[in-house]
């Protein structure tokens, strides 16, 4: 059972009224669920990801399907990776100018 969000700020909990919607991780294209761990940032065994769902709110508006009728839980479309976090750390410009002279 989920108990919250996977990704590390968010404290979004699945509930009967909770305006989110989760979504697991895509444990059988282990591509995009790379893709999806390296979005988030979280280093975690595919074992402890059944436990784990990715909320709505990292996710765009138009990552998602569109309701065929009210009933339709969301869904999202092929190969949407994450890419919303705005808790997220960011690197500082000395970070950046110091990562850029390295390469």
Avoid: Y
Avoid at 42 to 70: G, V, Y
């Amino acid at each position: 059972m989920v108990i919250q969000c996977a990704f590390r700020n968010c404290k979004n909990k699945p509930n009967r009224w909770a305006p989110q919607s989760f979504h697991k991780f895509p444990l059988g294209d282990p591509e995009r669920n790379q893709l999806w761990l390296l979005a988030t940032g979280l280093d975690i065994k595919a074992e402890t990801l059944l436990k784990w769902q990715m909320c709505s709110d990292h996710f765009r508006p138009d990552d998602f399907e569109k309701p065929r009728n009210l009933k339709d839980h969301k869904s999202l479309t092929t190969n949407v990776v994450p890419s919303i976090f705005p808790d997220a750390p960011t690197a500082t410009d000395e970070q950046v100018i110091t990562f850029g002279r390295l390469f």
